[in-house]
C-alpha cells in the first residue's frame, strides 16, 4: 500500500514565489526523503530528514518533519522557472538499506 | 564518477514478446532497486538486491517479471510475455550501505511501450 501522500498534486506559482508541498504518511519511519523528477524520467535526491529531527535546510529547500501527525512538509524559496519538476517523498520504515515507498508526487510549475 | 546507468533509454515492442532492461548501478553500491512508474504515477517498488542476500521480490506483479543480479553489479530486469499494462517507465536505483540512511541514486530509466 502506498505510504507518502503528497498534497497539493499539483501547484502552480510566480517566479520568485515560495512553494509548500506536504506528505503524509501513514505507519513509523526511520526517515523521510524528498526526490525531485524532470520530464518523468530519473529522480534526484534533494533531502533527507531523520526521524528525530523536525527542521532541516538545504539551499533553498526547508523540510519539517512532523512524527506525531506523520506529515513533512517542503518548502522552496524565491522560487525559479528551473524548479518546475515532480517532488515526491519518500519513507523508509526500517533500518539499512531497503526499498523506499513513494507517493504520487506534487507538480510544480513556476512560471516566468 | 558515474552515475547509475541504464539501457535501452527507450523499448517498444510487441504485446508476448519478451523484453530485458539493463542497470549498471554506481560502482562500490552494494543495494540495487527497481521501480516501475506509470504515466502521472508514483514508483511503484519491484525488487530489491542487497550484497549476497536473497533478493526482496515482493513487489513482482507477476511471475513474468524477473531480475538478476550478476556479480553483485549488472542487473537485468527481464518481462516475459508483455502486455500493454506493463508500459511504463522502469527505473533503478542504488545506494551505499549506511545504515539507517538510504538515499538512492537513480537512473534515467527506460520508458517501455507495449503495442
Known amino acids: 500500500s502506498q505510504q507518502g501522500e503528497e498534497d497539493p498534486q499539483a501547484l502552480s506559482i510566480q517566479e520568485g514565489e515560495n512553494a509548500t508541498m506536504n506528505c503524509s504518511y501513514k505507519?513509523?519511519?526511520?526517515?523521510l526523503q524528498w526526490y525531485r523528477q524532470n520530464s518523468g524520467r530519473g529522480l534526484v535526491h534533494l533531502i533527507l530528514i531523520r526521524s528525530n529531527e523536525r527542521e532541516k535546510h538545504s539551499g533553498r529547500l526547508r523540510v519539517t518533519l512532523d512524527t506525531s501527525k506523520k506529515s513533512s512538509s517542503l518548502l522552496i524559496t524565491a522560487s525559479r522557472a528551473a524548479d518546475t519538476a515532480s517532488y515526491f517523498c519518500?519513507?523508509?520504515?526500517?533500518?539499512?538499506?531497503?526499498?523506499?515507498?513513494f507517493g504520487k508526487g506534487t507538480r510544480l510549475s513556476v512560471i516566468a | 564518477g558515474a552515475g547509475v546507468s541504464q539501457s535501452p533509454s527507450n523499448k517498444v515492442t510487441e504485446k508476448g514478446k519478451d523484453v530485458e532492461l539493463r542497470c549498471d548501478p554506481i560502482s562500490g553500491h552494494t543495494a540495487l532497486y527497481w521501480y516501475r512508474q506509470s504515466l502521472g504515477q508514483g514508483l511503484e517498488f519491484l525488487i530489491y538486491f542487497q550484497g549476497n542476500s536473497a533478493p526482496d521480490k515482493s513487489g513482482l506483479p507477476s511471475d513474468r517479471f524477473s531480475a538478476e543480479r550478476t556479480g553483485g553489479s549488472v542487473s537485468t530486469l527481464t518481462i516475459q510475455r508483455t502486455q500493454q499494462e506493463d508500459s511504463a517507465v522502469y527505473l533503478c536505483?542504488?545506494?551505499?550501505?549506511?545504515?539507517?540512511?538510504?538515499?538512492?541514486?537513480f537512473g534515467p530509466g527506460t520508458r517501455l511501450t507495449v503495442l
Open positions: 519518500a519513507t523508509d520504515g526500517k533500518a539499512g538499506n531497503t526499498p523506499l515507498v
Open positions: 505507519t513509523s519511519i526511520n526517515n
Open positions: 536505483a542504488s545506494s551505499y550501505r549506511t545504515g539507517a540512511y538510504n538515499e538512492q541514486f
